[in-house]
Structures are given as C-alpha cells and as structure tokens.
C-alpha cells in the first residue's frame, strides 16, 4: 500500500483541526499556511473530508472548518479512505471487484485479505487524539 501526497496531507489538516479542536470554525487558509500548502490543494483535500463527514465547514465571517467529531473518535483509516478511496491491497478485493474465476483456488488470495485486514485494523487502531499525545 501506498499513501500519497494526498493521504499524507488529509492526516496533517486533519491534524491542525485536531489540535484546534472546540475553539471554532478555522480558515483553510491558516491551515494551508501551517502545513505548507496551497490553499487550492488543500481545498480539494477538504472536499474528500467533508464528503467523508470527518469535518464540516460554515461561510461568512468566523467561518471555516472543525472536525465533525472529537479527535479521539476520528481513526486514521477514515482519514486515509477519505483521502485515497479503497485501500485493498490487490483489485479482486475491491468491493466492486468482479469475482475472479479463479477466486476458489485462488492461492494468494487468502494472504491478501490478511495482509489487508491486518493494515485497516492497525490504522483503525490510531485515532487523532493518539497522534497528538504521541507527537
């Protein structure tokens, strides 16, 4: 598996909101500056989160953007699938995968779904609080 920019980043806005959490809505703007990122990519990560329902915004004057949840309730595999889609190690275990003919004798295909369940549950197992207490 490999995360790209795209991933790398979600986790760091999201991170930035973590550490912001309760005190209001915060300009992408700011956060884009603290991350070091145009504002227009970051724009288009939040997208993906808010599609997600990690985050929500609000217009006008004192709006932005705030975690829809506590960061101790938002695990890093959200993050991740929010950001990159499917996370499936090989494509016959996407969910809109087509069953392989070969899928019953299929050798490899039991060490895939391990390998596979064994990351989402390791990236469940990190929330953002985790993150933040372990940084």
Not at 9 to 24: P, V
Not at 102 to 116: E, G, M, R, S
């Amino acid at each position: 598996m490999l995360v790209s920019s795209k991933g790398r980043y979600a986790a760091r806005i999201l991170l930035d909101l973590a550490e912001r959490y309760g005190k209001g809505f915060v300009s992408m703007r700011d956060v884009a500056e603290r991350q070091e990122l145009s504002v227009k990519y970051a724009e288009k990560i939040v997208s993906s989160l808010k599609k997600a329902g990690l985050i929500k915004s609000s217009h006008g004057f004192g709006g932005g953007y705030q975690l829809s949840k506590a960061p101790g309730e938002c695990t890093l595999w959200e993050t991740l699938v929010a950001a990159e889609g499917e996370l499936v190690p090989v494509s016959c275990l996407s969910a809109d995968a087509k069953v392989c003919e070969k899928n019953a004798d299929c050798k490899t295909l039991p060490i895939w779904k391990k390998y596979y369940d064994m990351t989402k549950n390791f990236f469940k197992g990190i929330t953002l609080a985790d993150i933040l207490a372990n940084g």
